[in-house]
């Protein structure tokens, strides 16, 4: 005995071990949920048989729908009325079934429903459509859809991402990416110049064995030697140009979505997040100091990212211009200042000539510098042993195993030293406490960032050979020599500066020295 | 399917589907030399390594080795010395992975060797092996048996070259002596 049934109509089952008959039209995917469980049969068709087993369905749970959804662009309007028949398994007896008609731009729904009433199970007959599909249905249902497998995208056509690369955080990760990307570059660049000298030298050979043979020294014979030894080695260009320029234009895509994903202490001046800064909570994992670019692509541009805290010096070399070398320095002061929290980094100046006064304003007129510039040999002297013995207590501390005996007046902070026009005002002490503090400086949390020209030192011949190597050296002005770990290229730093015109550097100092007085230290 | 290759023998790096390999390693393994008894530390260690000399013509621009991990152009790479051998039950000891989409367009031959660095003949190693792989699905495309391979302390495995638009492959299995890949320079020119 049949049961036809019709929407909202309800019948009671003789059986629990069911067997459930979908016929559609068209292909379509069907399955039950019971809970949170959704069980589709794995494929479409215009024919679904499955068993529902009710005596295997939780006690807690109330009821098991079948469901049923189109593929994507069809909706049940336009097809014939689909049809669910619930046999028994056991008897093989045809128990219930339902057509569902009446529907329209439904693309998902729940043709029954079996629920418990008084310790049995019914049918009912549901036919609920759903226009927003599978998704809509799940989601009435109190089920979210399971993420469907995703074909796995053509390598070649990856779309790049910001923070594709490996990390515990996203700051880690967009780190990480970067550095990726500076040796992706400079071994694209390496594979391309050792391809573009590989053809030059082959030229070069061909030519000289087209001369130093009789045969085609001379004549027709030379001109098709030397055009066929011309064609290959234009071939070859080329093919390296195209393999360089495929690399180029996927970095260059890479670098569109990274660039505005960084944050502010890896981001240029340029970068709006400079615009919605505020002062970090945790000190940045690395810091921004320049921009590297090879010729074969100056427009590509690789933050120069260094970490955090800094392992050694800095050295803005102001030899070609003192004061953009001044300028330079200061916003990277500006830049290491807020990349810290508030009260974890401090600056202090040490300008014997007074002679960067008009760069340091900003630092000073901000608040941000809390001491003015130290000026003569005198304040040279006074901030250098300050900071010497600072490094000699942490290290006393260090070495005795209490790093927490530190004299409690001491500043807890990492301290940026900017010494301008080094090495002015200088004497030997001096000079020893400042090669003290750039060995052994770092790991006391005492920074150096020198603005010098290394000419102005020449009388104290190779003595401080040894500074200038310890130091990183930053150019005031784009300068080919800074070399990558992995090859050895010769890049073009770039120095940081904002915009002409922008505000960005006042705003940012404002923020740092509105943090602090907020913060009341 | 993989192919125990023979001296001299030519394989199309052609995957069954038509389509080029991309990506291929070469698996160097042996087995570790057994301790004996309390000094055990006394016991020679068997240290062989795997090199990847890139050839343009006939002339080498680029190796891969245990002191130049990587191929300045980024496509050859090798995941790191191995000193000690391992258990010698077919796992690669040392790999060197090459990338073929991004090897540059004037490397035309990479010929791959194994040396013996710490000089044990290839006579004494045990289960040692050389093998191909298709690094897209880890099929092994081509294995070579080393142990029993005579008294000699390096052999110029095998050449993967350009042709036509893919690359193909040669087992060379040409024996030969030396402590690294620059002893096998003139061995490895007679192969090209």
Known sequence: ?521 | MTVNMTKGQQISLQKSDGGTLTAVRMGLGWQAAPRRGLFGKRTQEIDLDASAVLFADKEPTDVVFFQHLVSNDGSVRHTGDNRVGGAGQGGDDESILVDLQRVPVHVNQIVFTVNSFTGQTFGEVQNAFCRLVDETNGQELARYTLTGGGPHTAQIMAKVERSGAGWSMTAIGTPANGRTFQDLLPAIASAL
């Open chain 1, 1 to 521: 005995m049949t049961a036809e049934l019709v929407r909202g109509q309800n019948h009671p089952l003789r059986e629990t071990r069911l067997e459930i008959t979908v016929s559609a039209a068209t292909p379509v995917l069907s399955g039950s949920t019971a809970g949170e469980t959704l069980r589709l049969d794995p494929q479409d068709a215009c024919v679904h048989r499955f068993p529902v087993e009710l005596d295997a369905v939780p006690a807690s749970e109330e009821r098991v729908s079948v469901v049923l959804a189109l593929p994507p662009g069809v909706r049940f309007g336009a097809v014939a009325a689909p049809y669910v028949a619930v046999l028994g398994a056991g008897s093989g007896a045809e128990l219930a079934s339902f057509t569902i008609d009446g529907l329209g731009d439904e693309s998902a729904l729940v043709a029954l429903e079996f629920y418990r009433r008084q310790g049995a199970w019914k049918v009912r007959a549901v036919g609920q459509g759903y226009a927003g599909g599978l998704p809509e249905l799940l989601r009435d249902l109190g089920l979210k859809p399971e993420p469907e497998p995703k074909p796995d995208p053509a390598p070649s056509a990856a779309q790049p991402v910001a923070g594709d690369a490996s990390g515990w955080s996203m700051e880690e990760r967009l780190y990480n990416q970067v550095w990726g990307m500076f040796e992706d570059l400079a071994r694209t660049i390496a594979g391309y110049r050792s391809a573009v000298g590989f053809a030059e030298s082959r030229l070069d050979q061909e030519l000289d064995r087209a001369l130093s043979d009789p045969r085609t020294r001379v004549g027709p014979a030379a001109e098709a030697a030397r055009d066929q030894a011309m064609a290959r080695h234009t071939d070859l260009v080329d093919q390296a140009r195209a393999a360089l320029d495929r690399d180029l234009a996927q970095l260059t895509a890479e670098a569109e979505v990274v660039e505005p994903a960084l944050p502010p202490a890896y981001a240029g001046w340029d970068s709006p997040v400079w615009h919605g800064y505020s002062v970090p909570e945790e000190p940045s994992m690395a810091v921004r100091v320049g921009e590297l670019h090879l010729p074969e692509q100056p427009a590509l541009r690789i933050p120069m990212l260094v970490r955090l805290p800094l392992e050694r010096g800095l050295w803005v070399d102001s030899a070609q211009d003192r004061r953009r070398g001044q300028d330079v320095a200061v916003a990277l002061a500006a830049r290491l200042m807020a990349s810290y929290p508030v009260g974890a980094y401090a600056l202090q100046v040490i300008d014997p000539s007074g002679s960067a006064s008009a760069a340091l304003a900003p630092l000073v007129g901000s608040g941000v510098l809390r001491e003015p510039p130290a000026t003569g040999a005198a304040g040279v002297t006074t901030v250098l042993s300050r900071l010497t013995e600072r490094v000699d207590l942490v290290h006393m501390a260090l070495r005795a195993g209490a790093p927490d005996a530190l004299p409690p007046d001491l500043d807890p902070a990492e301290q940026l030293l900017i010494v301008n026009d080094f090495p002015y005002g200088f004497d030997d002490r001096a000079i020893t406490q400042l090669r003290y503090l750039a060995d052994e400086g770092p790991s006391a949390g005492v920074h150096l960032l020198l603005i010098a020209d290394r000419e102005d030192a020449h009388e104290y011949g190779p003595v401080l050979d040894p500074l200038w190597r310890s130091l990183l050296r930053l150019t005031a002005v784009p300068d080919d020599h800074m070399a990558d770990p992995w090859v050895g290229h010769a890049w073009t730093y770039e120095p940081l500066l904002p915009p002409h015109g922008s505000q960005v550097l006042p705003l940012v100092l404002r923020q740092i020295a509105a943090a602090r007085q907020a913060y009341g230290s």
